[in-house]
């Protein structure tokens, strides 16, 4: 028996965390860099808006096609080796961008980029559920789900400025610079959590979660319900403000990057409120119903061309659509177990992105037909439908205590 060495005897998590924290926002980045540059290809470059909905979600396109993989690698090979080779593809693939012309090329490429993002979504999860406990998971977690919005900002403050001369390279190149970073980060610092041995782990981690139950089935129905909101309001509001509402790009711009900022609180907060609690359930309910009320009140604002009541109900429905996440999350690594954690996690995000991927183009055609805030409207659809989809606590301890009193 060999001994370990005092780094993998010592962990430290929450340095662990910041790291995964970073890859998590520079795969972001990466990813929502085609949203923000809508407003150069629609209005300086002519492009239709689907077809700009379309590039916008190349990205999320390489996401979905790849994410079980990555999950599945992770359940086998371990976390830190994920991270850094999928970073390192999403630089090369960013950088490679640049040097590209033509729309078809570009959004190839772009996929491309989104599929090295999507080793970060599963792998970092599991860094996260392996290293910390139950009663500080969802709090960790919450922490870790604010890179997204976080990546989201970033672009938003950087990517108008420097493609205000026209060229894109420069917000390609400014992706490509973080996930490569990150990718460095991650092998030097990222240490794969312990696996147990399938005979100490409780019956529930051991069984296929998709064979036993459908729970996994419901929380991804769900999130996948609940990403509409996210994405139509994070690709389509910064061209909604400008365009509709008359902003400044600059006004528009901050004004998007702090409804981001904020909405990475949110992702904290419902976190910390899911350990207080003791469930990741009932505050994943309360999200879906507050995101149906804030959209129609966004809706209604936008219609109305009230700038102060755009602005607060924007921040509002941007925060709350994007604060499910973390909660839908930690609730698949739980229930799916340490065994699974990796496929499940990627399935989740499979589910969410290629809602996403249908968010860009569906969205960019129903605000040409019905414009800006009928369109808002109907997506609050999305939530008044997963609402009653979300399960109850019971039934998680349920299937729990059957599984138990069936392996004793």
């Known amino acids: 028996m060999t001994t370990a060495p005092a780094r993998t005897r010592r962990p430290l998590p929450w340095l662990m965390l910041v790291v995964s924290v970073f890859a998590q926002a520079a795969g972001t980045v990466v990813v929502a860099t085609p949203a923000f540059l809508i407003p150069l290809l629609h209005v300086q470059q002519h492009l239709p808006l689907e077809q700009a909905g379309l590039l916008a979600t190349a990205p999320n396109l390489g996401l979905v096609a790849t994410l079980i993989a990555w999950g599945g690698a992770a359940d086998r090979w371990g976390e830190r080796n994920v991270l850094a080779i999928g970073l390192a593809l999403a630089a090369v693939a960013a950088f490679a961008a640049t040097l590209t012309q033509g729309l078809v090329p570009l959004g190839a490429l772009l996929v491309l980029a989104g599929a090295g993002t999507a080793s970060v979504n599963a792998a970092s999860g599991r860094v996260v559920v392996g290293w910390f406990p139950p009663e500080r998971r969802g709090l960790a977690m919450g922490i870790r789900q604010s890179c997204q919005p976080l990546g989201v900002a970033a672009a ?6 420097l493609v205000a001369g026209g060229d894109i390279a420069p917000a390609l190149i400014f992706g490509g610079v973080l996930v490569a970073v990150s990718a460095v980060l991650c092998l ?3 240490i794969d959590p312990p696996r147990p041995g399938r005979a100490d782990a409780p019956a529930h981690h051991t069984v296929n979660p998709y064979r036993r139950d459908g729970l996994l089935w419901r929380i991804h129905a769900v999130s996948v319900l609940l990403v509409a909101p996210q994405y139509a309001l994070s690709t389509f509001g910064l061209v909604w403000l400008e365009v509709d509402q008359g902003w400044s790009p600059l006004a528009a711009g901050i004004l998007v990057a702090v409804a981001q900022f904020l909405g990475a609180l949110g992702r904290i907060a419902v976190g910390w409120l899911s350990d207080r609690v003791g469930s990741r359930l009932r505050p994943l309910r309360w999200v879906a119903l507050a995101g149906i009320v804030a959209l129609l009140l966004t809706a209604a604002a936008g219609g109305l061309h009230l700038a102060v009541a755009v602005a607060i109900t924007y921040v509002l429905a941007s925060c709350i659509a994007v604060a499910d996440n973390g909660l ?3 609730s698949v690594a739980e229930i799916a177990g340490p065994f699974w954690s990796g496929r499940a996690l990627g399935a989740q995000n499979t589910g969410q992105f290629l809602g996403a991927a ?9 605000i040409g037909v019905v414009g800006y805030p009928i369109a808002f409207a109907l997506v609050a659809i999305a939530p008044a439908v997963a609402t009653p989809l979300i399960p109850k606590d019971a039934a998680v301890a349920r299937l729990r205590d059957t599984l ?3 392996r004793s």
């Open 156 to 161: 938003a403050l950087a990517v108008p400025a």
């Open 188 to 190: 030097i610092v990222i």
């Open 358 to 366: 249908l968010v860009g183009p569906g969205v960019g055609a129903l």
């Open 328 to 330: 839908a999350f930690t």
């Open 404 to 406: 138990e009193a069936t």
